[in-house]
């Protein structure tokens, strides 16, 4: 039977019920069991005072009346007074006030059937102590009939097992880095708005999808305890710019998601992506490196695009992947069509990662050409994939997938090192080319990028100068200060570094001048229509002239006519690239290349 106060089932500040506290044993049950026996042989006085206070439980003795006879040392620990102060008083003065009421009728059914009920059991109550404080306790109420009808109860303080229990629900039910919601419990809110938007007991809400961009980048360069920083403070900023019913979790990783109560539209949805975006774009300051990161999100209404949790989580998963692949930092709504580009999106990313594990990508090489005397001297490295499944999968496809999941970082350590073991197979043949490796924005973002190289260029015996790296005019402007940081050390190692795309990038004079490269390469784009576009053809004129006038050499790419060639020679070009000399070789097609020493100018594109 129940004495005192029921507890109320504790709940955390998310709201998150706790569940029933789990029992491991009836301690308190056999306990009052067997001092009811002992009870009945022993002589009110000392040695019954004895054996109470060895008892390790808080002991309570009261008549019918409800009048406390005696307590114990351990009881008097718990309730804060001691046993002179309890004596004659009503035992309602160790109930919390509003239980009152309700103890008092336990006390009276409990009186009319003694013989029926000899031992009654609380769990979850509450015991008022002196100082006002409420103490989490279970008791064991027993009746001896031979001192009259005097109730007996055993009062075990809880305390610890409660905060136990509510640690360990705690624990079950949010990420333990961030603070936030886990999976699992964001999973039954979602369930839980999905059912009474349903029943019609609320309104439509929107679901917002969060993955931070370029995470693993911050993870690889600067470790995961700087990375685990970054996630604390994301979820810091996201607290902060939601409302007090908006539900924030944690699903994995660097994904976060939202659940919007009372966002019926599109508009309403925007809003707060946009207030989120703006609370992430602030730069973090971890380990004392200045961090800028973004997040791309997905939206999914409900029940507009979905009606069930699962649905509704890959829907906005989908539109979180769209956003990625338009741009980054960037939201985007759910829409039908992105069903089937995701799926090939996917099957791409998936593709890839075995191409990587077990094979199926290879470089190719395009011939760089020197100008005057139309004798190859370098060569790009190409990424060439071939799939048994899909085929011939040109970059422009799979690129900007691997960039959207991160995978561009594994793509680019691939490549380094499948350059370098080339370069090192070519110098044994007696071929000193060098080879230009295209660096990606995320790359280039790398803190471990320059010692990557180190590696690549010790491990496969490369020298350095054989080793070009190439960074778009757009990548360095991204970030310049940083940009110049990670290139003078590159120069510092002995490569070569090239600034590709010029002149596509909008770069001011200045800006320009502080880049440590040693050549720049003009765009393919411009030399499309050249010379037959007078536009055009002033465009790379004008180019060419302010390379010379800051001391740099000029490699053109795209190539295709005797014409832009003499154009160049005129220009006093550097060099060239392009399908006139060559397209992109195989390994072994350019050293039959290099050796036969042919001036395939002469006589048209090769291949």
Known sequence: MDSFAPAARPRSEDGVTHPPPHRTDDAADDSAAAFLQRIGSLRAGTLERAAMDAAPDGIVLADRQGRILMVNAPMETISGYTNAQLCGQSIDLLVPVHARPEHGQHMQRYHQSPSRRPMGMGRDLWLQRRDGSQVPVDIALGHSSSHGGTVVAFVRDVSDLRRLEARMHYQATHDTLTGLLNRWTFGQRLEQAIAEQAGAQSPPFALLLLDLDDFKAINDGYGHAAGDQVLQEVARRLRGALGTGDILARLGGDEFTVLLPGVACAAQAECVAARLMQALCVPCRVQGFELNFGASMGIALCPQDAGDAATLLRYADMAMYHAKHRGRANFAFYAPSMGRKMAEKIQLHDRLKLALAYGGLTLHYQPQVEVATNRMVGVEALLRWHDPQ???????????????????????????????????????????????????????????????????????????????????????????EQACQVLNELRALGVAVALDDFGTGHSSLAYLKRLPVSHIKVDREFMRNVPASGGDTTLVRAVVALAHTMGLRVVVEGVETREQLQFLREMQCACYQGWLFAKALAPDDVALLYAAGADVAAEGALG
């Open 390 to 480: 899909l085929g011939e999968v040109s970059p422009e496809r799979f690129v900007p997938v691997a960039e959207a999941t991160g995978l561009i970082l594994e793509l680019g350590a691939w490549v380094m090192a499948a350059a370098c073991r080339q370069i090192a197979a070519w110098e044994r043949q007696g071929m000193r080319l060098r080879v230009a490796v295209n660096l990606s924005a995320q790359q280039l973002r790398q803190t471990d990028l320059v010692e990557q190289v180190a590696r690549n260029l010790r491990i496969h015996h490369v020298p350095p100068e054989l080793l070009e790296l190439e960074v778009t005019e757009s990548e360095a402007l991204a970030d310049p």
